[in-house]
């Protein structure tokens, strides 16, 4: 009898259970552009981190090199200085070290006659516009919000590794910086005219990251490595900007359609005029 009322409570048991998982929704598996996309915003994130890094580690450099030749130098006038003036010109001699630091790094050697290129500035304003949605469904509008989005953050990509390039190769550099620019003017086109968004579709989700991929292989890849491999990529970062330009072109066209309708109606109402139908007031 015990066991036979075991055996009810568990058939009971798994009676819940597989109500309940008739009820709550499995999770939908994650589709292959969705793994990537969630890849791309990792990464993202640990190439911001790891910037948010280095800039901490350049700060610190600056303050301890700063430090340490204000105190030298402090010490060292305070020989034939009284106290006052040999603290003076110590922080006067620290401050200009980290000064000088400071503009090593962020602008290159060039900047002191060296005859090293120079680093071009980073650029701040790398920003998705926003998207008119006032002729499109939220969820449309949503959707393509997101695209500009990812995009911005590949253009970004795209110019640091412009800016490590910029040494080894001037010309890959401002290949990539010709990219920047081309998709920020399809991303404005396209948060201007949302209706031709399926035209630069593929080039923001496909050939933007592809871009960026390209870009990062050319500052990763060693000196002992075969020139043909930069060759090979130069070139496809050229091909990169004919399709970036192509699209631009594309976009900028009179919708054919519409033009014909309203051709179409032009002549419509002039043949109104010339036959005397018209009224004089536009159609």
Do not use: W
Request: hydrophobic share 45%.
């Amino acid at each position: 009898m015990a066991n036979h009322r075991r055996r009810v409570r568990d058939d009971l048991v798994d009676v819940v259970y597989d109500v309940i998982r008739g009820v709550v929704p499995a999770e939908a598996p994650q589709d292959e552009a969705s793994l990537r996309a969630q890849a791309e915003r990792e990464a993202a994130r640990a190439a911001a981190k790891a910037e948010a890094r280095q800039r901490r580690e350049q700060r610190e450099l600056r303050t301890y090199a700063g430090v340490g030749v204000g105190l030298a130098t402090g010490g060292l006038v305070s020989i034939i200085a009284p106290t006052v003036a040999a603290v003076g010109v110590g922080l006067l001699a620290g401050g200009c070290v980290q000064l000088l630091i400071r503009a090593i790094q962020e602008r290159g050697v060039a900047a002191f006659g060296l005859g090293l290129p120079a680093r071009a500035p980073k650029r701040a304003d790398i920003a998705p516009p926003e998207v008119d949605g006032r002729n499109l469904a939220r969820s449309q509008r949503d959707l393509i919000q997101g695209v500009l989005d990812d995009a911005a953050d590949h253009m970004r990509a795209l110019d640091d590794a412009a800016r490590g390039m910029e040494r080894r190769d001037a010309a890959a550099a401002e290949l990539c910086r010709r990219l920047v620019r081309t998709a920020e003017k399809l991303s404005d086109a396209i948060a201007d005219a949302p209706a031709k968004f399926p035209l630069a579709q593929r080039l923001f989700t496909y050939n933007l990251p592809k871009a960026v991929y390209v870009a990062q292989t050319l500052v990763d890849l060693p000196d002992h490595a075969p020139a043909k491999r930069a060759e090979e990529a130069r070139h496809v970062l050229t091909r990169m900007d004919m399709v970036f330009e192509k699209t631009l072109l594309d976009l900028s066209e009179v919708d054919a359609a519409e033009m014909d309708l309203e051709m179409r109606l032009i002549n419509q109402s002039l043949d109104e005029e010339l036959n005397g139908k018209g009224d004089g007031k536009a159609p």
